[in-house]
C-alpha cells in the first residue's frame, strides 16, 4: 500500500479520532502511543474548538501528524489550515448526495468565493493583490485536503444521520467502493466506519483486496488489543479509535497494537 501522500503510511497502524466537542483526557500523554490524530466530529463542533485541540495537541507532539476532518466548510478556517498536516474530506458512498458529491461543492465554492479569508485580512488592497495572493492560498489549501472514501455501517450513528445514511453495505458492496476509491475517484484513503459498533473484520477483508494503493482504515467499537490485531491482520492499514479515548483513557491503551 502506497499513496502520493508525502506521509509515511508504512509507520501508521494506530489513528485516534478526536472529537473537539468532547473533552479532552487530563492527560494527552496517552497519545504518546498512536500513529496519527484526526479531529473531527458530527456535532458541536466549530472553528474555534478545531483550532484549540489541534494547537494543544500540536503544542505536546510536534511530530505527531494532525488530520483534520470538516463535515462543513464552516469548520475551517485560515488558522485550522495552518495548524493541521492534512484536511481529509468525507465523501460517504452509502450517504445522501449531498454527502458525496454538494458538500464538497459547497465547500471548494465558498472557500473560492473568499480568498481574503484564506489568505487573511492584512494584506494591502492593491488592485487584483488580495485575489491573486487568495488563488495562490487555495491552490496550496487545496494540497492539503485529502479525499476520502467512506461507508458507514452503523445507522444508529451521529455521523449516519448527518450523513443521510439509510442502509448499511454489503461486503460485496464495501469491496466495489474500495475498488471505485482506487480505481475511479483516485482517493488516497478508504475508510470503513462503525462508529461506536464493533463490525469484525469481514468488510476489511472484502476491501482490502482491492486496494494497493489506498490507506485502508477501520473505526469502530475498538476497545481491546485482540481487536486491533483481528482488523490489522484482515488487511486494514490502521484502527481508529475515538470514544475510547474520551471516556476510558485506560482502555484506550488497550487498543494500543
Given at each position: 500500500?502506497?499513496?502520493?501522500?508525502?506521509?509515511?503510511?508504512?509507520?501508521?497502524?494506530?489513528?485516534?479520532?478526536?472529537?473537539?466537542?468532547?473533552?479532552?483526557?487530563?492527560?494527552?500523554?496517552?497519545?504518546?502511543?498512536?500513529?496519527?490524530?484526526?479531529?473531527?466530529?458530527?456535532?458541536?463542533?466549530?472553528?474555534?474548538?478545531?483550532?484549540?485541540?489541534?494547537?494543544?495537541?500540536?503544542?505536546?507532539?510536534?511530530?505527531?501528524?494532525?488530520?483534520?476532518?470538516?463535515?462543513?466548510?464552516?469548520?475551517?478556517?485560515?488558522?485550522?489550515?495552518?495548524?493541521?498536516?492534512?484536511?481529509?474530506?468525507?465523501?460517504?458512498?452509502?450517504?445522501?448526495?449531498?454527502?458525496?458529491v454538494s458538500k464538497h461543492l459547497e465547500f471548494f465554492t465558498e472557500i473560492g468565493?473568499?480568498?481574503?479569508?484564506?489568505?487573511?485580512?492584512?494584506?494591502?488592497?492593491?488592485?487584483?493583490?488580495?485575489?491573486?495572493?487568495?488563488?495562490?492560498?487555495?491552490?496550496?489549501?487545496?494540497?492539503?485536503?485529502?479525499?476520502?472514501?467512506?461507508?458507514?455501517?452503523?445507522?444508529?450513528?451521529?455521523?449516519?444521520?448527518?450523513?443521510?445514511?439509510?442502509?448499511?453495505?454489503?461486503?460485496?458492496?464495501?469491496?466495489?467502493?474500495?475498488?471505485?476509491?482506487?480505481?475511479?475517484?483516485?482517493?488516497?484513503?478508504?475508510?470503513?466506519?462503525?462508529?461506536?459498533?464493533?463490525?469484525?473484520?469481514?468488510?476489511?477483508?472484502?476491501?482490502?483486496?482491492?486496494?494497493?494503493?489506498?490507506?485502508?482504515?477501520?473505526?469502530?467499537?475498538?476497545?481491546?488489543?485482540?481487536?486491533?490485531?483481528?482488523?490489522?491482520?484482515?488487511?486494514?492499514?490502521?484502527?481508529?479509535?475515538?470514544?475510547?479515548?474520551?471516556?476510558?483513557?485506560?482502555?484506550?491503551?488497550?487498543?494500543?497494537?
Amino acid at each position: 500500500m502506497g499513496t502520493n501522500m508525502p506521509l509515511d503510511w508504512s509507520a501508521v497502524s494506530h489513528v485516534t479520532k478526536v472529537d473537539p466537542a468532547e473533552d479532552l483526557p487530563a492527560d494527552l500523554g496517552i497519545l504518546g502511543g498512536t500513529d496519527l490524530v484526526i479531529v473531527g466530529g458530527s456535532d458541536g463542533v466549530t472553528q474555534e474548538n478545531s483550532l484549540d485541540v489541534i494547537r494543544r495537541i500540536k503544542s505536546r507532539f510536534p511530530d505527531l501528524p494532525v488530520f483534520q476532518e470538516p463535515y462543513s466548510s464552516s469548520h475551517v478556517s485560515t488558522e485550522t489550515v495552518e495548524a493541521a498536516d492534512y484536511l481529509s474530506v468525507p465523501a460517504v458512498y452509502n450517504g445522501d448526495q449531498q454527502n458525496f458529491v454538494s458538500k464538497h461543492l459547497e465547500f471548494f465554492t465558498e472557500i473560492g468565493n473568499k480568498p481574503e479569508e484564506i489568505v487573511g485580512s492584512s494584506l494591502p488592497v492593491v488592485g487584483g493583490l488580495i485575489a491573486s495572493r487568495g488563488r495562490d492560498a487555495i491552490a496550496e489549501l487545496s494540497e492539503k485536503v485529502v479525499g476520502e472514501g467512506y461507508v458507514i455501517q452503523n445507522l444508529g450513528s451521529k455521523a449516519a444521520g448527518v450523513s443521510g445514511v439509510e442502509r448499511e453495505f454489503t461486503t460485496e458492496e464495501v469491496a466495489g467502493a474500495a475498488l471505485a476509491t482506487e480505481s475511479f475517484y483516485g482517493f488516497p484513503i478508504f475508510y470503513v466506519e462503525y462508529s461506536g459498533t464493533y463490525g469484525g473484520p469481514a468488510d476489511v477483508e472484502a476491501a482490502a483486496q482491492y486496494l494497493d494503493d489506498t490507506v485502508l482504515l477501520y473505526g469502530g467499537g475498538i476497545e481491546r488489543n485482540e481487536q486491533t490485531h483481528e482488523i490489522l491482520d484482515a488487511g486494514a492499514d490502521a484502527v481508529v479509535v475515538g470514544d475510547c479515548f474520551h471516556d476510558e483513557p485506560e482502555q484506550f491503551r488497550e487498543t494500543l497494537p
